[in-house]
């Protein structure tokens, strides 16, 4: 079946650590996306990414790095500088051609230790 | 920036109808995207729309206003599993991009009551 894959579901987090979460898609799509999702606020845009190899920046990138080696991953590391990390975490994925239907992977929550 | 606008919270019992609205103040606004989202999972897609008009889907329609810059969701007969969040999203291009980036509201929370 074809879909959007993130892990881990759950992810703790010691100071001054980086984290990675995984984000792989099977579904031939070219842009790939990271939101972050806290308590009563809508998803917020960290990095995108159009096609492989390029990836900019959403409007809350600071303390974030992504890359896109792959059409089918788009990892996400949340390094020590994010000095407030604890949300849930959303990766979706689109064709990328204008009419962009989101599909979203079931998240990872990420608490920080 | 984006301002997209929807209540925070909605009550209603099974077998009702309920209305959700969203209005958005979006440059090179180019559609309107309603998801649904249960507690700790993924959003899914429930409707868009980019011409004015309604959008009928099952029990739930859509409708969209360009010229007023509003939206609503309907969803009719309502049930117990309809308990979820709803997302309104204002999609728009970036000069220069052919890639639609879409800017959510908090999302309603819609609880159904027995």
């Known amino acids: 079946d074809g879909g959007i894959t993130q892990s881990p579901k759950y992810l703790f987090r010691k100071e001054g650590q980086n984290v990675t979460l995984s984000c792989e898609q099977n579904?031939?799509?070219?842009?790939m996306y990271w939101y972050r999702q806290d308590p009563g606020q809508g998803l917020r845009l960290i990095y995108y990414?159009?096609?492989?190899?390029?990836?900019q920046k959403g409007d809350i990138a600071e303390g974030y790095s992504v890359s896109r080696e792959k059409k089918e991953s788009f990892p996400l590391t949340v390094t020590s500088a994010q000095k407030n990390p604890t949300a849930f975490y959303l990766c979706a994925s689109s064709f990328g051609q204008g009419n962009e239907k989101l599909f979203f992977g079931s998240g990872t929550q990420l608490s920080v230790l | 920036g984006q301002n997209i606008d929807q209540p925070t919270e909605m009550t209603a019992t099974e077998g009702a109808i309920v209305q959700i609205n969203c209005t958005y103040q979006?440059?090179?606004?180019?559609?309107l995207f309603w998801y649904q989202q249960h507690a700790g999972e993924a959003p899914t897609f429930l409707s868009y729309n980019v011409l004015d008009g309604l959008e009928e889907k099952g029990r739930f329609s859509s409708f969209l206003s360009r010229s007023k810059g509003y939206s609503y969701l309907l969803l009719k007969e309502l049930q117990m599993k309809d308990s979820a969040s709803y997302l309104c999203?204002?999609?728009?291009?970036?000069?220069?991009?052919?890639?639609?980036?879409?800017?959510f509201g908090r999302g309603t929370q819609l609880t159904v009551w027995p």
């Open positions: 979006t440059s090179g606004f180019n559609g």
């Open positions: 990414s159009q096609i492989v190899n390029d990836f």
């Open positions: 579904l031939n799509h070219d842009a």
């Open positions: 999203a204002a999609q728009r291009n970036d000069r220069g991009s052919t890639l639609g980036r879409l800017y």
